[in-house]
C-alpha cells in the first residue's frame, strides 16, 4: 500500500506522488513506472475539470473514493490515467503526465511499438496508459487492495527537485499552477501551451 495520504485535495496529493510507483500485472508480464510528473484537477471549482459540470456516468470515479484509477479517452486517441483523491463524494484526481519504466521496458517498448527511447516510453499520458497497458476496463480500479494495477510507495524524493508550473495542452484555468514535475528528468513532457486557451485566474 502506498504511504501518500490520498484522501487530501488534488493540488496536496500531486507532487507527494511523484516518486511513487505504478505497477501493473498481466500474462503478459510486469510493468512498473516511477511517477516523474502529474496534474491536480478538482471538481465544480476547477474549469479544466471533468468534474466542473458536475457528476455525469464517464466522470463518476471521480467523485470517490480515494486511490481508484479515473480511466478517460482523449481526443479519441489515448487513455489517460489518473489517481481519485480526496474526499468521497467530491471530485479531486491528479493526472500522472509522464514516468520512468523501471521494471519489464522491454514488454512496454513493445506495447508502444518501434524503437521508442527508454525516457520516451511514458513520456505523456497518453503514451504512460500505452505502456503500462492501462485501458478503459481498468477505469474504477482500486489501487491499494492488490489488483492487477497497484499503487506504492517509491524512493523518496527531495523537495528541491520539484518543479511546479501550468497545467498541458487545457483551455481553461491553464494557467494554475497545478503541473509538478522532477527537476532536469528526461522523462518528463514537454510544456505546450494550448491555442484554445483563455485568460483565467485562480489557484
Not at 33 to 58: L, M, V
Not at 174 to 200: C, E, I, M, N
Amino acid at each position: 500500500m502506498n504511504a501518500v495520504n490520498l484522501a487530501r485535495p488534488a493540488e496536496e496529493v500531486a507532487p507527494t506522488l511523484l516518486g511513487s510507483i505504478l505497477t501493473h500485472e498481466t500474462p503478459e508480464g510486469t510493468v512498473s513506472i516511477t511517477i516523474t510528473e502529474t496534474e491536480a484537477y478538482s471538481g465544480a471549482a476547477d474549469p479544466a475539470s471533468h468534474a466542473y459540470r458536475g457528476r455525469t456516468p464517464r466522470n463518476a470515479v471521480m467523485f470517490g473514493p480515494a486511490g481508484h484509477l479515473y480511466v478517460y479517452r482523449s481526443h479519441g486517441l489515448h487513455w489517460c490515467a489518473n489517481i481519485v483523491t480526496g474526499t468521497d463524494g467530491i471530485a479531486s484526481a491528479v493526472l500522472i503526465r509522464a514516468g520512468r519504466v523501471i521494471e519489464g521496458e522491454d514488454l512496454a517498448r513493445k506495447r508502444r511499438g518501434g524503437k521508442v527511447e527508454s525516457p520516451r516510453l511514458a513520456r505523456g499520458p497518453g503514451n504512460f496508459c500505452q505502456a503500462l497497458g492501462i485501458t478503459a476496463e481498468h477505469d474504477g480500479t482500486d489501487l491499494l487492495t492488490g489488483a492487477s494495477v497497484t499503487l506504492s510507495e517509491g524512493e523518496p524524493v527531495p523537495a528541491a527537485l520539484i518543479r511546479v508550473g501550468p497545467r498541458v495542452g487545457v483551455s481553461r484555468a491553464h494557467d494554475w499552477q497545478h503541473r509538478f514535475y522532477l527537476a532536469g528528468d528526461p522523462t518528463v513532457s514537454a510544456y505546450r501551451l494550448s491555442p484554445r486557451a483563455k485568460p483565467s485566474s485562480g489557484a
